[in-house]
């Protein structure tokens, strides 16, 4: 979609610009290809005194690329001249920007290279399902040495679930390098998503690939957003995944209730930002539509059977504590945990949590967990065993809301 406050900007910026500048900067001969990029080549034929302005270098300062726009089939594009689409190897969807230009959407798969924003990084066959072999890559080459994040959106994912045993991604994998660390996912994780530090400069690109290995259905369609290092959309520090609202959703990879399985390996910060006016927060296991006894968080036990909340590193302090209570191999830590609906609350509170009832104290009763930590973070860690005595676990799905901070945080 065209948005038209953007375009109302750029011209009374730039008028404004124009007004100051006139007389004052040198001119100099500049290749049209930006200025038709941004402006369609027509907006300022009108003046040739303007045309030669050397008003680039204040456009490198300004936040304002070519548009996001969106075609009918839902893909994200950028509404650019409909000849510079074809040029760069674009797929024109449709009109935009109130027929100024093209929604172009760009796609690559296996062995292409990603040099425009939200590039999607699609399967051989795509929108077919591809049931190939072999190591299927992308390589990501920044936009401008000014870009420290890329956001992938995992429009489509669906590729070989982990083993059974040990729910280790042997078959099929997602593999991400030239960034800051992130887990090795497989399985089917649909609509989520992950943010990777580039790092500075233009030097090491980031390659993504999809390894694949005997025969599976296997669909992908990943959008790949490159992001400012000053863009209020850049995610914290160390956050993998980072969540803007004042509720939402958070869930680990390959979650689903009934064939999904917890991942092992994984070792990330999911991260909310807190919003203004909000000092607390608040964890729900999502809702289990598909099983009589929710495993909506099962994260170790065996999930065939009720397993109480477990808390703790299971250190306990000096004092001996049963084996398997403590979480030592997979959990889920956010910090200093307490039931929400204790009056008064509880002194003590917990950082990890595993087991497969969610709640901040041990025990069979599912509970609303509070905590008041801020920056709010939560921190997965699975190690690569499962099997004999952590089975069928699907990992966690918890509902979140931010807490005003007038009611008492
Ligand atoms: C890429 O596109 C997104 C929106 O689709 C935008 O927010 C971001 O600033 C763009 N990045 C660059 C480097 O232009
Ligand atoms: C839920 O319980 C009912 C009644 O005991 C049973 O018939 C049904 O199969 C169960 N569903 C699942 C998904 O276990
Ligand atoms: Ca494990």
């Not at 230009?101 to 798969?109: A, D, H």
């Not at 040099?115 to 929108?127: D, I, K, L, Q």
């Not at 306990?316 to 008064?344: E, F, K, M, Q, Y």
Request: overall charge neutral.
């Amino acid at each position: 979609m065209w948005n038209n406050q953007v375009d109302i900007c750029v011209l009374i910026f730039c008028g404004l610009f124009f007004v100051l500048a006139a007389g004052k900067v040198p001119t100099k001969p500049q290749s049209n290809s930006w200025r038709d990029l941004i402006f369609g080549g027509k907006w300022f034929s009108s003046s040739p005194r303007l045309r030669e302005s050397k008003f680039l270098p204040i456009f490198a300062f300004v936040p304002i690329g070519p548009s996001s726009c969106s075609a009918p089939s839902g893909e994200f594009g950028n509404c650019i001249p409909s000849k510079d689409c074809l040029v760069r190897n674009g797929i024109p969807a449709g009109p935009c920007g109130g027929g100024y230009g093209v929604c172009c959407i760009f796609l690559q798969t296996c062995g292409g290279i990603i040099r425009e924003n939200s590039t999607y990084f699609v399967n051989p066959n795509h929108p077919d399902v591809y049931d190939g072999t072999g190591s299927c890559q992308v390589t990501v080459q920044k936009l401008h040495p000014d870009i420290c994040q890329l956001r992938l959106d995992l429009d489509m994912f669906s590729i070989a679930p982990p083993e059974a045993a040990n729910h280790l991604c042997n078959q099929d994998q997602l593999l991400i390098s030239g960034g800051s660390p992130t887990p090795t996912i497989c399985g089917s994780s649909t609509g989520d998503h992950m943010y990777i530090d580039a790092g500075l400069g233009q030097s090491n690109p980031i390659v993504l690939s999809i390894i694949t290995s005997g025969s599976f259905p296997r669909l992908w369609r990943i959008r790949v957003t490159q992001i400012h290092c000053g863009s209020i959309s850049r995610a914290d520090q160390g956050c993998l995944q980072y969540y803007t609202a004042i509720s939402g959703r958070v869930r680990s990879f390959n979650y689903n209730t009934v064939g999904g399985r917890q991942l092992s390996n994984q070792d990330y910060s999911i991260c909310i930002r807190n919003e203004r006016n909000f000092c607390g927060i608040q964890y729900n296991a999502c809702p289990d539509l598909e099983n009589n006894r929710s495993r909506a968080f099962t994260i170790s036990g065996n999930s065939n059977n009720p397993v109480p909340t477990m808390v703790g590193g299971g250190g306990g302090g000096g004092v001996a504590v049963p084996t398997g209570s403590g979480c030592i191999s997979d959990w889920l830590l956010i910090g200093c945990i307490r039931s929400a609906d204790r009056i008064p609350p509880l002194p003590g509170c917990e950082d990890r949590v595993c087991g497969g009832t969610f709640s901040a104290e041990a025990g069979m009763l599912a509970r609303t967990v509070q905590s008041s930590v801020r920056p709010f973070r939560l921190y997965f860690h699975t190690d690569g065993v499962e099997a004999p005595n952590d089975i069928d676990n699907r990992g966690f799905c918890l509902d979140y809301v931010q807490q005003p901070c007038t009611s008492g945080y």
